[in-house]
């Protein structure tokens, strides 16, 4: 079948494409990720999220930045993700280079979450060790406390990825794994290559 895209939109319309298929058949979380991030030695870790917006500038999650996660991609930029539809039996693994969102975005989403994810923020050293879940508890009352009045601002820590593409691959289930691979691989020129791959 002939691509029917330019060579400059090509995967981006077919991921809006395949993600509007997935919010109609996994509404509840269509958008959740696997996050594979590297150490500067290469020792890989992976970890779900939930992508909070997408466009052909890359795609954007928000974590704490003292995480594991956080503090691998800030030390090694190279990730990737992987959305897995099982209703669907499609994925897509898309592969590039992060950077940090503009802290107007970062504002903007952290408004928009529900007070108590932004009281969460502050609350949880994300990735550290604890006592037990009291002394995550403590941390809630104390800046629930803290917090009580007005609105809970941003902390320092807490900002988003947004992962650049430089590669992607649409996977699809056929009878017998006779699988389709459809790749896009950024080239020199700033266009998509495309390659079909054996399955």
């Known amino acids: 079948m002939p691509e029917q895209y330019s060579p400059f939109d090509a995967p981006f319309k077919r991921f809006g494409e395949w993600f509007e298929d997935a919010k109609k058949s996994e509404p509840d979380m269509a958008n959740a990720v696997a996050v594979a991030t590297a150490t500067k030695s290469g020792v890989p870790s992976m970890r779900m999220v939930l992508m909070k917006n997408w466009g052909e500038d890359g795609f954007v999650f928000y974590t704490n ?8 991609i800030l030390a090694n ?6 959305f897995h539809w099982k209703s669907l039996m499609r ?9 940090t969102v503009s802290d107007a975005e970062a504002e903007a989403y952290h408004i928009s979450r529900p007070r108590a994810s932004r009281i ?9 060790a604890m006592q037990g879940r009291f002394e995550f508890e403590a941390e809630i009352a104390r800046y629930t406390a803290k917090y009580a009045v007005g609105e809970v601002p941003r902390p320092p820590h807490w900002s988003g990825f947004r992962l650049k593409p430089k590669y992607f691959e649409f996977w699809s289930d056929r009878k017998f ?23």
């Open 177 to 199: 794994r006779l699988h389709e691979r459809h790749t896009y691989r950024l080239t020199d020129h700033h266009q998509w290559g495309r390659e079909i791959l054996f399955p």
């Open 91 to 99: 994925q897509i693994r898309i592969e590039g280079i992060a950077e």
């Open 77 to 82: 930029p190279n990730f990737s993700m992987l």
């Open 65 to 72: 930045f003292n995480s594991r996660k956080g503090q691998e």
């Open 120 to 128: 969460g923020a502050w609350a949880s050293r994300q990735s550290e």
